[in-house]
């Protein structure tokens, strides 16, 4: 199986231009979106301030998953992504059910994102029929993905640069009214002490804090990037992250043990 992997990458071999800052934004702004943006609000309101341990645990248990994605993708340059190392190590089967899976998953996650900018659209002319933004939307889409993979991880840089300014701003936002005092038009005062009032950290008990998950979890959607973005790396053994130092240490000279 490792050999047949071998033979059509260099028979069907992309182009690796994308270097370590392209695959680095990548990634972030694929955890940026409108898992964020939109459903946190859901989610707080589920959860309450816990919302905020759902993200550290999500983020915790992604972290260790994409660490051994790194290492399994590093284990053979020849492996385009994930797919290919699940077909490989765990036969045929797997890398179809996974190839499949993930792409339906898109499929399912694209629509939503469509929606969701259907959505936003209606806050800012009220009078634009949805399938509007929606045709553009995926038009833009789509064209985004017919250029070249250097094209196309420049313009991905810059907007996921967008949302890090966004997500920055939003932070930067909340601190001054927080310091301000600011008073919602209901008569609410923005205040660290709402962290701890109202029935403290879990306001809904443990219910709402397990339904904040299913929300949560759908915002880390797009950090899997990374084992897309495999074979179209410059330099894969510096951009993907997952190999320790030893590893890589031994791989490159002979005075390390094995």
Excluded at 181 to 207: C, K, V
Aim: charged residues 10%; contains cysteine; glycine residues 10%.
């Amino acid at each position: 199986m490792n050999q047949d992997i071998t033979k059509d990458a260099q028979e069907h071999h992309l182009q690796r231009n994308l270097t370590n800052r392209h695959i680095q934004l990548i990634a972030i702004g694929g955890a940026i979106g409108t898992g964020l943006f939109m459903g946190s609000g859901k989610t707080i309101s589920l959860a309450g301030p816990s919302i905020i341990f759902v993200y550290m645990i999500i983020g915790f248990m992604l972290f260790f998953v994409m660490r051994a994605m790194g290492e399994l993708l590093l284990s053979n340059l020849n492996y385009k992504s994930f797919i290919d190392f699940s077909a490989d190590l765990l036969g045929p089967w797997a890398g179809y059910f996974t190839g499949w899976t993930y792409w339906f998953c898109w499929v399912i996650t694209g629509i939503a994102d469509v929606i969701a900018i259907a959505s936003y659209s209606q806050f800012w002319f009220p009078d634009l029929p949805q399938w509007i933004p929606a045709i553009l939307c995926v038009g833009v889409l789509l064209s985004l993905n017919l250029i070249t993979v250097k094209l196309f991880g420049e313009i991905e840089f810059w907007f996921a640069m967008i949302k890090i300014v966004a997500i920055l701003g939003l932070i930067g936002t909340g601190l001054y009214m927080v310091v301000s005092g600011f008073q919602s038009p209901n008569g609410d005062t923005a205040s660290l002490g709402n962290l701890w009032n109202d029935q403290g950290m879990f306001p809904h008990g443990l219910m709402g804090f397990f339904a904040g998950f299913q929300i949560a979890v759908f915002a880390f959607v797009g950090i899997e990037l990374v084992g897309t973005t495999a074979a179209e790396a410059k330099d894969p053994e510096r951009t993907l992250p997952g190999r320790s130092t030893r590893s890589r240490c031994a791989s490159s000279c002979s005075t390390c043990s094995p």
